[in-house]
């Protein structure tokens, strides 16, 4: 699983969507509450293919195996602050920083939920 999603970010990071998506969701068929899949998938369909519906379907699925996991608080936060929900996206991020105060990205950007 691990390894089908690094094959995934790295086919992100070149912007090859079309082989990053083919890697998640072939994780995602062998274990579909794989977090890190979910969420990276997630990411890449935010940022990458601006599909917000679609990211957000799948960090809350991600949330739902770990409900306290930091990095995907803050990328959800981010995809509803980039959505203009930014009352949800402060309540995101509060949950983010509860679970995590210490964590670069809560860190960074706290600015943006205040």
């Known amino acids: 699983m691990d390894a089908l999603c ?11 969507y079309e082989r990053a998506e083919r890697c998640f969701r072939k994780a ?17 369909l935010h940022v990458g293919r601006r599909d917000y519906a679609k990211a957000e379907e799948l960090y809350r699925r991600a949330l739902q195996t770990e409900p306290n996991r930091t ?6 936060a981010y995809l509803l602050h980039s959505d ?3 009352s949800e996206a402060k309540q995101i991020f509060h949950r983010a ?16 939920f205040t």
């Open 84 to 86: 203009k929900r930014l």
């Open 6 to 16: 690094s094959e995934a970010d790295k086919y992100q990071q070149s912007r090859d």
């Open 28 to 44: 995602l068929a062998m274990n579909p509450g794989h977090t890190r899949s979910l969420c990276n998938y997630a990411y890449m």
């Open 97 to 112: 920083r509860d679970t995590n105060p210490d964590h670069p990205w809560v860190r960074k950007n706290q600015h943006l």
């Open 71 to 76: 990095a995907t608080l803050c990328n959800y």
